[in-house]
C-alpha cells in the first residue's frame, strides 16, 4: 500500500529526464571523451517523507558484520572491512555521506567510531551514538570530522535519480566540498563503479583514468584495496566493481 501512494505522490512531481538535455551533453561528456549508457531509474520522493533508523536495525548488521558478511555490495563491503582493520582508530567522529539504511553506519559503531549521517531527507535515529542532519541545514553549519564514508554515493550526483538538480560537476564539486568537512591530514574511505569513464544515465557514473583522476584532485591517494588495472579488461559494465580508495586531506 505504501508502494502504490508513493507511486501516486511522484505521478505528481516533476520526473527526472530519461535522456540527457542536450546543452548539457558536451559537458557531460567531457567534450565527446566519455560514452553514454541508457538506464533510467526514478528513485523521485516528497522531502517529507522521514526515514527511521532503530537498535534493532544496528544489532542485526552487527552480526553480518561479526560474520564477515556484506549488505549491498559483496566484494566492496568486505574490502571496506578489510582497510578498517588496518586503519583502525577508535573513537574518532566520522561522516556518512548519504544513506539508504544504516548499514555504515552501523558499520561505523562496530569499530568504535561516532557516526553522524548526512542526507537530504530527514531520518530519525533511534540509534545510540547515531546523529542525523539534513544536508540543507549541514551547510549552513558545517562540521569537522575526523573521517568520512562515502561509499557509492558520489557517483549519483547531479543526474536527478534522487531529485538533485543536473548538474555535468556535482560529483567533482562534492569531492571538494569534502576538504571542508574532513579534518586536515585524515582521511575519507571512498568508493565509485570502477570500469571505463561512462555515464550511466540517469544512474550513475563509472570512473576510469580521466574522470577518476578529476575526483582525486583535491587529494592524496594513500593506499586502494583491491585497484589494478587489470579490472578494466572485462567487456561488460559492472556497477558493484568498487575498490576501497583511502584519501588523504592534505
Not at 583502525?88 to 568504535?112: F, G, H, R
Not at 531529485?163 to 555535468?168: A, H, K, S, T, V
Not at 587489470?230 to 575498490?243: A, F, G, R, V
Request: hydrophobic share 45%; charged share 25%.
Amino acid at each position: 500500500m505504501k508502494t502504490i501512494i508513493l507511486k501516486f505522490i511522484q505521478f505528481f512531481l516533476k520526473q527526472p529526464l530519461k535522456k540527457i538535455p542536450k546543452k548539457y551533453l558536451k559537458e557531460f561528456t567531457l567534450d565527446w571523451k566519455v560514452w553514454v549508457k541508457d538506464m533510467y531509474i526514478n528513485e523521485v520522493k516528497p522531502n517529507f517523507l522521514v526515514r527511521k533508523y532503530t537498535e534493532i536495525q544496528k544489532e542485526n548488521n552487527f552480526e553480518l558484520i561479526k560474520n564477515n558478511k556484506w549488505w549491498n555490495y559483496p566484494s566492496t563491503d568486505l574490502l571496506l572491512f578489510k582497510a578498517l582493520e588496518k586503519y583502525k582508530i577508535e573513537n574518532k567522529t566520522v561522516a556518512i555521506m548519504w544513506s539508504q539504511t544504516p548499514w555504515y553506519e552501523s558499520v561505523s559503531l562496530y569499530y568504535w567510531w561516532l557516526p553522524t549521517t548526512i542526507e537530504y531527507w530527514k531520518i530519525i535515529s533511534q540509534i545510540k551514538w547515531l546523529k542525523t542532519v539534513k544536508y540543507l541545514d549541514f551547510k549552513k553549519n558545517i562540521t569537522e570530522f575526523d573521517v568520512a564514508f562515502s561509499i557509492s554515493s558520489f557517483e549519483h550526483d547531479g543526474l536527478w535519480r534522487y531529485w538533485d538538480p543536473i548538474n555535468p560537476n556535482w560529483d567533482l564539486e562534492a569531492m571538494k566540498n569534502m576538504k571542508k568537512i574532513v579534518k586536515k591530514w585524515w582521511l575519507m574511505f571512498f568508493s565509485v563503479p570502477i570500469w571505463k569513464d561512462c555515464i550511466v544515465w540517469n544512474a550513475h557514473r563509472i570512473y576510469w583514468k580521466i574522470r577518476l583522476n578529476m575526483l582525486f584532485e583535491w587529494w592524496k591517494l594513500v593506499e586502494s584495496f583491491w585497484y589494478e588495472e587489470k579490472m578494466l579488461d572485462i567487456d561488460t559494465i559492472d556497477s558493484n566493481n568498487q575498490p576501497i580508495f583511502i584519501l588523504k586531506n592534505n
